[in-house]
């Protein structure tokens, strides 16, 4: 009877073993999902993981890894299991009954802008009575862009105002979005857009904004990403793509165009980026995701004046250039200086560390420039 029982117990043994070999990864299925298409650089977002065993046949050991970007980093309650080296590291174990499905949302802090994908998913699976192990891998296709962060108004104010000086001229031809001078009485060609209605309420008349004019110049955005020196300088690099995201989404909503142009590649192209962009704030979402994209401290960068230039000699003049660059070189000063010669109007907004780590320099002849400092 021992030796009847014993066959059997081993029977059942290899049975399951076989089993189990042959049938735990069937409709047993994985899913990783980024819970928005998009967000700001800082802001909170989860991570949605769905794990789904349809069948009979219960698995319970299940170790789920998935591996993404250590950007962007698990909250405090999520990072059980994680471990964070070129990337961050999530593995879990779950056990699985007969048709379960378990759904877990694991928030992250977005850290830097970019573009994030997870593409695969480890899966481990312990057959507790062998002890046997059996890996695989499920194909995920998710991804979400890290916008650059978006600079307070009040700091990007001053170069608004500063573009808006450039632009206005004697011979006015539309009104200036970024200049305010009052309210008066609404005329019949007055677009709708302009009526202000809580003054409007108050005098029992409609009345509409006044703005003073500008002609339609020519606005092009350099954005300078070069690093190349011994001493590098990401901090100022980054703020650098959040002026230039900022500031043309402040140009898009005052229904200006504007022409961008940065030393930096598109990390899905290779091409350095050039984009032409629309008025409309709604526009802004093609320009954020290149933004996002952008790869920095290439050996091999444009210099930010060789792109200025060729710009300059493609364009006529009246232009207003606004070039966003850490990097103070001669070179470049040099080609500002001439561009303001032939008529460009060129604003130089500058992005230093705190005072008293970098020292004042002298500023290029007729060229405006404003300092940023990155603390």
């Known amino acids: 009877m021992i030796a009847l029982l014993f066959l059997g117990i081993l029977a059942a043994w290899l049975c399951w073993r076989l089993v189990y070999a042959r ?5 047993l299925s994985v899913r990783a999902e980024f819970a928005d298409g998009w967000v700001y650089e800082g802001d909170t977002s989860c991570l949605l993981e769905e794990i789904t065993n349809d069948k009979i046949l219960p698995v319970p050991a299940l170790e789920v890894r998935l591996a993404m970007s250590r950007n962007l980093e698990f909250a405090s309650d999520a990072q059980t299991n994680t471990s964070v080296t ?23 802090v977005c850290r ?4 994030y994908e997870i593409k695969t998913a480890g899966i481990v699976a312990t057959d507790l009575l062998s002890g046997r192990r059996f890996l695989t891998e499920q194909a995920q296709n998710t991804s979400m862009y890290v916008y650059p962060a978006q600079i307070d108004t ?11 000086g450039m632009v206005m001229t004697q011979n006015r031809i539309y009104p200036d979005p970024f200049e305010f001078s009052g309210i008066r009485e609404y005329e019949r060609t007055d677009p709708m857009k302009h009526i202000n209605w809580k003054a409007s309420a108050s005098t029992g008349k409609l009345m509409v904004n006044q703005h003073d ?5 020519e606005i092009t955005v350099f954005l300078d990403v070069e690093d190349t020196a011994i001493l590098k300088y ?14 043309c989404a402040r140009l898009a909503k005052a229904k200006m165009e504007a022409d961008v142009v940065s030393n ?24 954020n995701q290149k933004l996002a994209r952008l790869i920095t401290g290439e050996r091999n960068t444009v210099p930010i004046r060789e792109l200025f230039r060729r710009e300059k000699t493609s364009g006529g003049s009246g232009r207003t250039c606004i070039v966003v660059s850490k990097n103070r070189t001669q070179e470049l000063e040099r080609e500002l200086a001439a561009a303001v010669k032939e008529g460009t109007g060129v604003l130089w907004v500058l992005p230093v560390l705190p005072k008293g780590r970098q020292e004042e320099e002298e500023t290029p002849r007729g060229v405006t420039v404003l300092r940023w400092e990155v603390g």
């Open 213 to 217: 004019s500008t002609t339609s110049a």
């Open 23 to 27: 049938y735990w990864k069937k409709d």
């Open 154 to 164: 009040r700091r990007i104010a001053p170069v608004c105002q500063a573009i808006s």
């Open 86 to 108: 070129d990337q961050s590291y999530k593995r879990d174990i779950f056990s699985l009954l007969t048709r379960q499905r378990i759904l877990r949302r694991l928030p992250f």
């Open 234 to 247: 990401e901090a100022l690099v980054e703020e650098s793509i959040r002026i230039v995201s900022s500031l």
């Open 112 to 115: 830097r802008r970019g573009y």
């Open 264 to 287: 930096g590649r598109d990390g899905e192209t290779g091409e350095l980026l050039r984009y032409r962009l629309p008025a409309g704030a709604a526009q802004m979402q093609a320009l």
